[in-house]
Nanobody, 114 residues
Framework: QVQLVESGGGLVQTGGSLGLSCTAS????????LAWFRQAPGKEREFVAG???????NYGDSVKGRFTISRDYSKNSLYLQMNRLEPEDTAVYYC????????WGQGTQVTVSS
């Protein structure tokens, strides 16, 4: 069974930065289109950023210019660098394939204080 594991969340002040990581057991990220999603309290899970490969990336409108998605094939890892964080970025962040193929992991909590 594939297990997605997110890490790197925490508490940060407005304007600060955090870097998230995602790894998977029993899954080689390889050619998958991968993505980060987030879910804030009382809201539906939403798309944050996607990576088809090293060069093809796309972002949700609210994070464009602030967040950067990347992947390391050798480490079978997906990353999300988050800069200029805002309180509205507070959420639990998850990784998955873009099509949300696998069960969700536990996610990693990101809290941005004002």
């Amino acid at each position: 069974q594939v297990q997605l594991v997110e890490s790197g969340g925490g508490l940060v002040q407005t304007g600060g930065s955090l870097g998230l990581s995602c790894t998977a057991s029993r899954l080689a990220f390889g050619t998958y289109r991968l993505a980060w999603f987030r879910q804030a309290p009382g809201k539906e899970r939403e798309f944050v950023a996607g990576s088809s490969d090293v060069d093809n990336k796309n972002y949700g409108d609210s994070v464009k210019g602030r967040f950067t998605i990347s992947r390391d094939y050798s480490k079978n890892s997906l990353y999300l660098q988050m800069n200029r964080l805002e309180p509205e970025d507070t959420a639990v962040y998850y990784c998955n394939t873009l099509s949300q193929m696998y069960s969700w992991g536990q996610g990693t909590q990101v809290t941005v204080s004002s």
